[in-house]
C-alpha cells in the first residue's frame, strides 16, 4: 500500500519568507500528486496535481507554486509568503481515474 | 468555488446508534465519488467510494448510497463508535484525476 510522507508536520513563518514543504510516495510508481490545502472548517481546495516528472497543473492562482523532480517527489513552494497562506497543506498521491486518493498527515503552516 | 457539500455542518449521535451524513453534488456528470474520514490533526482516510453505474455499496459497517436523479448521496455507519468521531467528507470527480471535495460533516458520537 501507499504511504505519503510530509514533512515538517508544524512550520510558522514570517510573512515575506520562502517557503518550501516536501512530499515523498512509497509504495507505488509512477503516481498522480496532489498538493491540497485545507482552511479552519472548511473542505479541501486542490491546488495543484501532477501526472507525471516535471508535468504541473495548477487548480488556482495564487502565490504558491510546485515542482516534481523526481517520480515520487512533490515540493510546494512561495518564494514570499503571504498572511492567506496559513493553512493546512496535504499532499496525496493516486493511481488512476476514479480511484481513491492517499493522503499525507499534512503541514500545519502558520505565517505570522 | 465547491461543486460539493454537505446539508449539515455537524451530527451528534449516541453510541451504538446508526449514522446517517448527506452529501449533495451539483454536478450531474460526476462519475465517481467517494468518502473520507479526518480526524484531528491527520490526512484523511479513504472509507468507502461508489461509481456511478450503482446505487448501493457496502463495506464494513459502512454503506453509501447514490441517488442520481437527486444528486445525492449518503454516508451510513452502523453502530456508531466513539472513535467514529471526525469530519466526514464527500468528494466527487468527473472521469479525471482530480477530486472536488465538500466542506465536510463533523460527527461527535455521545457515551
Known amino acids: 500500500s501507499q504511504t505519503i510522507h510530509q514533512w515538517p508536520a508544524t512550520l510558522v513563518q514570517p510573512v515575506g519568507s520562502p517557503l518550501s514543504l516536501e512530499c515523498t510516495v512509497e509504495?507505488?510508481?509512477?503516481?498522480?500528486l496532489y498538493w491540497y490545502r485545507q482552511a479552519a472548517g472548511r473542505g479541501l481546495q486542490l491546488l495543484f496535481y501532477s501526472v507525471g516528472i516535471g508535468q504541473i497543473s495548477s487548480e488556482v492562482p495564487q502565490n504558491l507554486s510546485a515542482s516534481r523532480p523526481q517520480d515520487r517527489q512533490f515540493i510546494l513552494s512561495s518564494k514570499k509568503l503571504l498572511l492567506s497562506d496559513s493553512g493546512f497543506y496535504l499532499c496525496?498521491?493516486?493511481?488512476?481515474?476514479?480511484?481513491?486518493?492517499?493522503f499525507g498527515n499534512g503541514t500545519r503552516l502558520t505565517v505570522t | 468555488g465547491e461543486s460539493v457539500g454537505l446539508h449539515l455542518p455537524t451530527l451528534s449521535v449516541q453510541e451504538g446508534d446508526n449514522s446517517i451524513i448527506n452529501c449533495a453534488y451539483s454536478?450531474?456528470?460526476?462519475?465517481?465519488f467517494i468518502w473520507y474520514k479526518q480526524e484531528s490533526g491527520k490526512g484523511p482516510q479513504f472509507i468507502i467510494d461508489?461509481?456511478?453505474?450503482?446505487d448501493k455499496r457496502q463495506g464494513q459497517r459502512v454503506t453509501v448510497l447514490l441517488n442520481k436523479t437527486v444528486k445525492h448521496l449518503s454516508l451510513q455507519i452502523a453502530a456508531t463508535q466513539p472513535g467514529d468521531s471526525a469530519v466526514y467528507f464527500c468528494a466527487e470527480s468527473l472521469n479525471d484525476y482530480k477530486l472536488s471535495f465538500g466542506a465536510g460533516t463533523t460527527v461527535t458520537v455521545r457515551a
Open positions: 454536478n450531474s456528470a460526476s462519475d465517481y
Open positions: 509504495g507505488t510508481s509512477n503516481p498522480n
Open positions: 461508489i461509481r456511478s453505474n450503482m
Open positions: 496525496a498521491s493516486g493511481s488512476s481515474y476514479n480511484s481513491p486518493l492517499h
